[in-house]
């Protein structure tokens, strides 16, 4: 590793064969690792604790009825902002353990999906996302923390 780079969020991104961003920050202490490569046809987003991988999920942002498309992207206005989109169905590939683990980490997968959606409405590609997390426990300032840092890749 070049000396001069200090940290992952400041490694250069690439955009052959697929464009990376990466972001790191301490979340309830924990150094977190959050990468969003952006392939042709599917935008995958990690975010590990410890070199850790441990659930996978997958999100289609396709509408699958295009006439219904307009009622899913919420107003700038609107009090819902913050929730996740409510056309997205994250679906467990591997790694749910348990019910609590598998619906957290659900929501994570629907919120950073919502997130790719509202910043590229006519975004249509799946969304693949690996969870990581060293404590998975359902506090919200954790939870914001984690969007927040996964955001600054997206």
Request: hydrophobic share 35%; glycine share 6%; with cysteine.
């Amino acid at each position: 590793m070049d000396p001069s780079i200090s940290s992952p969020a400041e490694l250069p991104t690439t955009s052959y064969p697929a464009t990376t961003k990466q972001a790191a920050g301490h979340i309830d202490g924990v150094l977190t690792d959050v990468t969003c490569t952006s392939f042709s046809d599917k935008i995958m987003v990690t975010i590990t604790q410890c070199g850790r991988l441990a659930q996978w999920f997958h999100v289609p942002l396709e509408v699958s009825n295009p006439t219904s498309t307009d009622q899913y992207i919420p107003s700038a206005t609107s009090e819902d902002s913050l929730l996740p989109l409510t056309h997205l169905t994250p679906k467990t590939l591997f790694g749910g353990s348990n019910q609590e683990r598998e619906t957290i980490g659900q929501l994570y997968a629907a919120q950073i999906a919502s997130i790719i959606a509202a910043k590229n409405p006519g975004e249509r590609r799946t969304v693949m996302i690996g969870l990581g997390l060293s404590k998975f426990e359902a506090s919200r300032e954790v939870y914001y923390d984690t969007v927040d840092l996964a955001r600054k890749c997206i």
